[in-house]
């Protein structure tokens, strides 16, 4: 993957997200290491694609209100599922990231239908701003 890339496109999803200074940590793991971290916050079991760690909310968020987040991704489980759907492994990630972003940005595609519908059309739009086109994986 072109790391450089990635930097640059995320600089633009920010900017996209009007928030050109924000700061984002974005974490390249495993299927172990992500599933140690779905089971330890998430109570969930298994490996994941992308889990997502907000700093915007809380009682330090106000300390360093650049400071978004950390996003987590999965290169195994971008790798299988952008074979399932016919895409490489660097739009799928792409994917994957705009959606850990969103969730940082408050968007929760768990908590109704239309705030999934939200999400995907907001998704839509930075994939756009980047090149690419909708999500070919049918959500995330």
């Known amino acids: 993957m072109d790391l450089e890339a990635i930097r640059q496109k995320g600089q633009v999803i920010l900017k996209g997200l009007d928030f050109p200074d924000g700061e ?7 299927d ?6 779905n089971r330890e916050y998430l109570k969930r079991e ?13 009682p330090f968020s106000d300390l360093t209100p650049n400071l978004l987040g950390d996003v987590v991704i999965s290169v195994e489980t971008a790798v299988r599922e952008g074979n399932r759907a016919g895409i490489g492994l660097e739009e799928r990630f792409m994917q994957l ?10 968007y929760d595609h768990e908590k109704s239908e239309k705030e999934a519908e939200e999400m995907e059309k907001k998704s839509v739009e930075l994939l756009k701003l980047i090149g690419l086109q909708e999500n070919s994986c049918g959500g995330v």
């Open 24 to 30: 984002l940590s974005i974490l390249i793991v495993d």
């Open 32 to 37: 172990n290491r992500i599933a140690e971290l």
């Open 46 to 58: 298994g490996p994941t694609n992308v889990i997502a760690f907000s700093m915007m909310d809380g």
């Open 97 to 106: 990231l705009i959606h850990g972003i969103l969730h940082i940005f408050g």
